[in-house]
């Protein structure tokens, strides 16, 4: 079992940055596949970054290359995500997510955090 929680939304200018975090309990998180998706008022969960359980490999949407990435720290037990250039239509419920694999995947994840909002004004 693995407990998700997020912090660090809030509410920034179109073009700043926000750092997420995501701390995970429990003592196997290097073996979690690691996620972040988000949800926009009256749209579907979308994927938004997906780290391999060592870091080794990343994969982004299209919406936010370039733009976001998505770090770990197994020591930490925390995974976290990088937001700049951040745009109005990255407002949304952000999640965290993690999935026991060793490779990298954007769906079927295991175990989900409760959400952090995120509001980027124009």
């Known amino acids: 079992q693995v407990q998700l929680v997020e912090s660090g939304g809030g509410l920034v200018q179109a073009g700043g940055s926000l750092r997420l975090s995501c701390a995970a309990s429990?003592?196997?998180?290097?073996?979690?596949?690691m996620g972040w998706f988000r949800q926009a008022p009256g749209k579907e969960r979308e994927f938004v970054a997906t780290i391999t359980w060592n870091g080794d490999k990343t994969y982004y949407a299209d919406s936010v290359k370039g733009r976001f990435t998505i770090p770990r720290d197994n020591a930490k037990n925390t995974v976290y995500l990088q937001m700049n250039s951040l745009k109005p239509e990255d407002t949304a419920v952000y999640h965290c997510?993690?999935?026991?694999?060793?490779?990298?995947?954007?769906?079927?994840?295991?175990?989900w955090g409760q959400g952090t909002q995120d509001t980027v004004s124009s």
């Open positions: 997510a993690a999935k026991q694999s060793f490779l990298l995947t954007t769906t079927a994840y295991d175990y």
């Open positions: 429990g003592r196997t998180f290097s073996s979690y596949a």
